[in-house]
């Protein structure tokens, strides 16, 4: 019998050889497995043909099963990637309450002008051309409105 226990672990493609004492526990393996991929233990999942390896307080690698030559998978994610993985969450949270509160406010005027623009305009009957208050305008000519004889109160007629 040998005096060590070589185990093969696999991580996100990545294959780690470790060798402990038959004695070692698998405390000590999660540890060593820390050390190499940054998976805490309590993240870690270790596939053992397919089934996952229960954790059984103070056992030796041997007692729980594992023998020289065994393939492990290791399941886990490190503390950074959960953390980008709330982060990510956390905005699309806000990202949808935002369009909740929009939706409830309903539908908002939009303008190809600035209102105060579009008032002069029509107050003054001038022209969009040249620049009003900083804005550059195209020339559209004279704004031509007249109001629907329909709109107009009874009492103008």
């Known amino acids: 019998m040998s005096s060590s226990i070589t185990l093969t672990v696999t991580h996100k493609a990545a294959q780690y050889t470790l060798s402990f004492l038959p004695s070692d ?3 000590i393996l999660q540890t060593r497995l820390e050390e190499l ?3 805490p233990p309590s993240l870690q999942k270790l596939l ?3 089934k996952k390896v229960k954790v059984i307080e103070e056992q030796s690698l041997t007692q729980i099963g594992l023998k020289h030559g065994a393939k492990l998978m290791l399941l886990g994610s490190t503390e950074q990637e959960i953390g980008g993985l709330k982060a990510a969450e956390t905005e699309k949270k ?5 369009m909740r509160q929009r939706e409830a ?3 908002s005027k939009v303008s190809s002008y600035p209102s105060f623009i579009s008032k002069f305009a029509y107050t003054k009957g001038t022209a969009l051309t040249g620049t009003i208050h900083g804005y550059t305008l195209p020339d559209l000519g004279k704004l031509q409105i007249s109001p629907s004889r329909a709109s107009i109160p009874s009492t103008f007629s």
Not at 94 to 98: H, Q
């Open 25 to 27: 526990t698998l405390a």
């Open 94 to 98: 806000k990202r949808d309450n935002i």
């Open 105 to 107: 406010k309903g539908p």
């Open 48 to 50: 053992h043909k397919g």
């Open 37 to 39: 991929t940054s998976v």
